[in-house]
């Protein structure tokens, strides 16, 4: 069903003032407000969605500007907090940061231990190869076989998948300095995994040697990125879905799209 667009906007604006006080007092959207300020975390290391600034060092991408428009409305300032991917989830669970923006695919694993918004953008996870493995490659099944490596970023929602999809294949996970991409480049492995929109606005086009296994999918490859928040405060995650929803109706996530995303396609 369509929702009025007006509609969805004033429900946004006018929600803080009609939850219950109590309510407000447990919740995070009370503290911050009293505060003055909410920390999210992010890795700054995902290009478009977040990453650093090689002239100043501050965070720059997609995730950013949600995160820079999001303490707008609320009316608190922004603090933005390193976190990293293995960490996570524990970050948030020892209160280093209120929330994380930073490309965060929504997951059951992650379910069970924090909770997510609603969804605003959706990437596919898919296999990169060499150009010139394309005749080997031709499918996933050609990939999820014994001898083929494939490299994952460790902690990251594609590692987790891979784990799930390819179950003949050596799954390699790597951690930070180290690149899953960078693998298949050295010939360490044969294909990484990780989202078509990071591939399209980041890796293909400086690593032109690279390509997406584009024939076939495989079920649950697409994918919902949203904001990571702490379980059991019902009033704040009303509230930032509310948010959501407006922001949607009012083209707000959709500029972000055009601005970070050009030439990727239409969003989905």
């Given at each position: 069903?369509?929702?009025?667009?007006?509609?969805?906007?004033?429900?946004?604006?006018?929600?803080?003032?009609?939850?219950?006080?109590?309510?407000?007092?447990?919740?995070?959207?009370?503290r911050v407000r009293k505060a003055?300020?909410?920390?999210?975390?992010?890795?700054?290391?995902?290009?478009p969605y977040s990453f650093r600034d090689l002239k100043?060092?501050?965070?720059?991408?997609?995730?950013?500007?949600?995160?820079?428009?999001?303490?707008?409305?609320?009316?608190?300032?922004?603090?933005?907090?390193?976190?990293?991917?293995?960490?996570?989830?524990?970050?948030?669970?020892?209160?280093?940061?209120?929330?994380?923006?930073?490309?965060?695919?929504?997951?059951?694993?992650?379910?069970?231990?924090?909770?997510?918004?609603?969804?605003?953008?959706?990437?596919?996870?898919?296999?990169?190869?060499?150009?010139?493995?394309?005749?080997?490659?031709?499918?996933?099944?050609?990939?999820?076989?014994?001898?083929?490596?494939?490299?994952?970023?460790?902690?990251?929602?594609?590692?987790?998948?891979?784990?799930?999809?390819?179950?003949?294949?050596?799954?390699?996970?790597?951690?930070?300095?180290?690149?899953?991409?960078?693998?298949?480049?050295?010939?360490?492995?044969?294909?990484?995994?990780?989202?078509?929109?990071?591939?399209?606005?980041?890796?293909?086009?400086?690593?032109?040697?690279?390509?997406?296994?584009?024939?076939?999918?495989?079920?649950?490859?697409?994918?919902?990125?949203?904001?990571?928040?702490?379980?059991?405060?019902?009033?704040?995650?009303?509230?930032?879905?509310?948010?959501?929803?407006?922001?949607?109706?009012?083209?707000?996530?959709?500029?972000?799209?055009?601005?970070?995303?050009?030439?990727?396609?239409?969003?989905?």
């Open positions: 069903m369509r929702l009025d667009r007006r509609h969805l906007l004033i429900t946004a604006l006018s929600l803080p003032f009609t939850l219950p006080a109590t309510a407000q007092g447990a919740s995070l959207l009370d003055g300020v909410i920390r999210i975390g992010t890795t700054g290391d995902y290009f100043t060092g501050g965070f720059q991408g997609y995730e950013i500007d949600v995160a820079t428009r999001l303490a707008a409305d609320l009316g608190v300032k922004l603090q933005l907090v390193q976190a990293t991917w293995p960490t996570l989830v524990a970050g948030l669970m020892a209160r280093k940061y209120d929330i994380a923006a930073t490309g965060v695919t929504v997951t059951p694993e992650r379910a069970k231990a924090v909770a997510f918004s609603k969804a605003y953008l959706h990437p596919t996870f898919i296999p990169l190869i060499l150009k010139k493995d394309a005749e080997r490659f031709k499918s996933w099944d050609d990939l999820d076989q014994p001898g083929v490596t494939i490299a994952v970023q460790q902690g990251t929602a594609p590692e987790t998948m891979a784990k799930k999809v390819f179950t003949k294949a050596r799954i390699l996970s790597v951690a930070d300095p180290v690149i899953d991409f960078t693998e298949v480049l050295a010939g360490r492995a044969q294909a990484a995994f990780t989202d078509n929109l990071y591939f399209l606005t980041k890796i293909g086009r400086e690593y032109p040697q690279l390509t997406m296994l584009t024939n076939g999918t495989r079920p649950g490859t697409e994918t919902d990125n949203a904001i990571m928040s702490m379980p059991g405060d019902a009033d704040w995650l009303l509230w930032l879905n509310k948010w959501i929803d407006a922001r949607l109706a009012d083209g707000f996530f959709d500029g972000l799209f055009k601005t970070w995303f050009e030439g990727t396609g239409p969003a989905r």
